[in-house]
Structures are given as structure tokens and as C-alpha cells.
């Protein structure tokens, strides 16, 4: 069920960005009188189509939702009509061309201010950023931050929860830059400046990033009682009961739940004794963590138990990011700025040899995306289609043949010299383009494969 519900959200995300890329394309060629013959979401066999009474447009939703396409009235791909000649795309305006092919990136940018914008105004709850433990030898320890320090911005962008500091600092980490900080310690308001070049390749894959920068989030201390247990679970075995508290294990005292997990995790496969109250009373019992493994870690024990969460110490540490509908407008182009900038920073940087390859998602990637964005709430499934909206635009701006950019390339260097270029150099540059997008789709997926 997880499966069909994680293809589900990959498809409808995925499709109403190509459907917003493609309208770009569609409503600027419509106006600069270019006559569209198909407007199609998706690829191969036609599911759904109808033709427009009045435009003669036939709309189609097909089978393989991995792209679209705006087809458009064309000398170059067929005999045109001599009444309909001038609204063939080939004979407009090399301004009208621009502006008909950079539509499409154009659409996808904007559309991720306007998600953008509906996030900030619904509001994206989490933590307070306030800095927990600090993981020694890391920029994090260098720069003498503290536990319990609250950041208030990274590098002049406001940071109201613990997720919107890891969003401003992540992508800079990745490139190696430096990061400044304003701290509340205290009553006190202090600076420090986190330094990123110093990792290598391996330090800046995505699983290893949080721990290379050494943050993590505060937390509390938190009582070990149990809330929920897994029906068929190592800790209903062991006649775990909802509400035991956890007292002890092999003797070691276990005064948090943060305690009691480390203990668990670091025990997989090896019984253990737990001491814990329950109606007043203390009993011993003896579990046996389960081993899990994730890909290219250690096993981990669990035993299938959930915290009993204590709502008024939750509500002491939680925060909202929410603005309203004006200064959201503000906020959402800087935050769409920042990950466009970011994004082409990114693929300079891989390109360059400075940040690794391991950072490209495929398609799977991206549906787990889409699922988990999706089950946390409607402001991060805003956030996620934010992002991938501005992924789509700055990518198909890049100037690869095949794409977008290519073509605007091709219409620079028709501006310069006056003429188009020739078919034969099209034709290769489009082939060269095609074994570029092959072969970083290969990567992409060879890396969401390794994460399975």
C-alpha cells in the first residue's frame, strides 16, 4: 500500500509541474499568434484527449507521466498551410521564439513563489532553533556554539524554526562556503561564523551531512514512557505494556528517553534486562531488540515502541514559520532565490569536481519525497513542490541541447551571427545534449538504487 501510495504522489507532483511547464509554453506561443496543435501531459498512448472548438487545440493526458510537450504549428516538421504560414513557429521573431521557448522554465519559477507563498500562509510548524548537542571536531565545535543557543538567522535569512536553520544551512555546506550566524544566548545577541571548507566529498553526501556540521536540535529531557507497542514486536513479546515507565537497563539508569533509544539501538541481537514502573510497582523483564539495517550502516536495534508525548513540554519547544499574505510574498521570492542560486551553485560545483554526484536524486528518490512530504502535512508538500518546481526551471535553463536552454543557446548565437545555425549542427548538438541527460538520469538513478 505504501508503494502505490508513494507512486501516486510522485505522479500528481510530478504531472502538475509538467502541466505548469508546458502551459508556459502554451499561453505566450497563443499570444504571440503561434497556432498550437497538441498540448500534452505525459508520453506514449493517449488516456484522455479532446479538441477545442474554438482553438482546434487537441488536449491529451497520456500514459507515461515523465513529461509533456507543447506541439506547435511548424514548417520544419511538415507541409503548413499557406493561409496558416505566419502562425507556423519557425517564421516568428527570433524575440518571439525567446520568449515562447523560456516560457516553460519561467512558469515552473513562478509557480514555486506561489507555492511558496501558500506555505508561508498556512504556516510550517516545528522547533524552536535552539542548538542541542555538539559533535566534537566539526565546524559546529569550532565555532564554540553552545547547547541551548537559539539561532535566530543564517547568513541574513530569519530562522524561526530548527527545520528553516538546516534549510539555510545544508545547501551552503554542500558548496563549501562560509556561514554566519546570529545567536540569542541568553538575553545575549552574539555572531559566529560556521566554516565549510573544510569537508570533503564524503562529509557533504546527503547521509552524512547533519552529522559532518555537527548540529543537532535541542532536546529535552523527556520521561521514557511507553505510549504505543507493535502488535507482534520484540517489546509486546517481552509483555511491554502502554504507560511503563523505563527505570533501568542491565542495571543502568535510563533517566530520558533519548537514553533509553541509544541504549536500544546499540543492543541489537543481545538480550537485555529492563527494569520499569507500572501501577506503582517495579518488575524486571527481558527483551531482545530486533536487528534493522539500513544501506551501508550498522544494525540498529529496536523493539517497537512509540514516546508518550507530553503535549504542554511539546508546546514549550514548538514554533511556527507563518507570515501574512504580504510579507509572505516578500519571503517567498527570497526563498525562491535562494534555492535557485543554490541550485545552479550546486551543479557548478559538480561540475567542477568540488561536490559530489552522490547529491543527484532520481525518480525514486523523489516519490519517497513526494510520500513523506506529503504524510507530514500540506506545508511541506508545498515546500517540496517548491523545490522541484525551481529544480525543473533553473535545469531546463541550463544550455544543453534538448532542453530548454539549448535552444535559447542556439537563439544567442542565431542573435550574434545573424542566421540560424544549420540543421546539421542542431541535429549534433542535440544528440550531444541527449547522451548528457542520459547519462546524469543514469546517476541518478544508479544513486537512488544505493539508497534502497
Known amino acids: 500500500m505504501d508503494t ?13 509541474l509538467i502541466a505548469v511547464h508546458e502551459y508556459g509554453h502554451f499561453w505566450v506561443a497563443r499570444r504571440c499568434g503561434v497556432k498550437v496543435i497538441r498540448f500534452s501531459i505525459g508520453f506514449g498512448r493517449a488516456l484522455w484527449k479532446h479538441t477545442g472548438k474554438v482553438d482546434g487545440t487537441e488536449y491529451v493526458l497520456a500514459a507515461i507521466p515523465l513529461g509533456g510537450y507543447v506541439k506547435m504549428l511548424d514548417e520544419r516538421e511538415g507541409e503548413v498551410d499557406p493561409a496558416e504560414i505566419e502562425r507556423a513557429f519557425n517564421r516568428q521573431s527570433l524575440p518571439k521564439r525567446f520568449a515562447i521557448v523560456s516560457a516553460g522554465p519561467i512558469a515552473n519559477l513562478l509557480f514555486a513563489v506561489f507555492a511558496y507563498w501558500l506555505m508561508f500562509i498556512n504556516g510550517v510548524p516545528g522547533l524552536k532553533p535552539l542548538v542541542g548537542d555538539i559533535e566534537p571536531a566539526t565546524p559546529a565545535a569550532v565555532a564554540e556554539l553552545q547547547s541551548g543557543d537559539q539561532i535566530t538567522s543564517v547568513s541574513g535569512t530569519t530562522t524561526p524554526t530548527w527545520q528553516a536553520v538546516i534549510e539555510a544551512i545544508l545547501p551552503r555546506a554542500v558548496l563549501g562556503e562560509q556561514v554566519n550566524l546570529q545567536l540569542l544566548r541568553g538575553q545575549q545577541t552574539i555572531a559566529k561564523r560556521l566554516d565549510f571548507s573544510g569537508l570533503n566529498a564524503d562529509d557533504v553526501k546527503a547521509e552524512n551531512l547533519a552529522k559532518s556540521i555537527g548540529l543537532q536540535p535541542f532536546r529535552p529531557k523527556i520521561r521514557p514512557v511507553i505510549d504505543t ?3 507482534g514486536s520484540a517489546a509486546e513479546k517481552a509483555g511491554i505494556l502502554s504507560g511503563d515507565e523505563i527505570i533501568a537497563i542491565e542495571g543502568e539508569a535510563i533517566e530520558s528517553w533519548q537514553a533509553f533509544v541509544k541504549m536500544i539501538q546499540k543492543s541489537a541481537g543481545r538480550q537485555l534486562s529492563i527494569d520499569l514502573r507500572r501501577d506503582g510497582g517495579v518488575l524486571q523483564l527481558k527483551v531482545m531488540p530486533t536487528s534493522h539495517t539500513a544501506a551501508e550502516e550498522k544494525p540498529v536495534g529496536k523493539i517497537g515502541v ?11 519547544y514548538r514554533a511556527d514559520w507563518r507570515y501574512g499574505p504580504i510579507d509572505a510574498v516578500g519571503a517567498a521570492v527570497q526563498k525562491s532565490w535562494e534555492i535557485g542560486t543554490l541550485t545552479l551553485k550546486m551543479i ?3 561540475i567542477m569536481g568540488r561536490a559530489s554526484v552522490d547529491n543527484l536524486s532520481g525518480p525514486i528518490t523523489i ?10 502535512g500540506l506545508s511541506q508538500l508545498l515546500g517540496f513542490i517548491a523545490v522541484i518546481s525551481i529544480s525543473l526551471g533553473v535545469l531546463n535553463l541550463l544550455p544543453i541541447p534538448v532542453l530548454d536552454g539549448g535552444h535559447l543557446f542556439f537563439y544567442l548565437i542565431e542573435w550574434i ?8 549542427v542542431e ?3 542535440q544528440q550531444v545534449g541527449m547522451g548528457l541527460l542520459l547519462l546524469l538520469m543514469s546517476v541518478a538513478i544508479y544513486n537512488d538504487l544505493v539508497r534502497l
Open 4 to 16: 502505490l501510495l508513494t507512486i501516486i504522489n510522485f505522479i500528481v507532483v510530478l504531472s502538475l
Open 229 to 231: 507497542v507493535v502488535s
Open 306 to 316: 512509540s514516546l508518550f508525548v507530553d503535549n504542554e513540554l511539546f508546546d514549550q
Open 348 to 350: 557548478g560545483e559538480m
Open 367 to 376: 516519490a519517497r519525497y513526494a510520500k513523506t512530504s506529503a504524510d507530514a
Open 417 to 424: 551571427k545573424g542566421s540560424p545555425l544549420s540543421e546539421k
Open 427 to 429: 541535429i549534433i548538438g
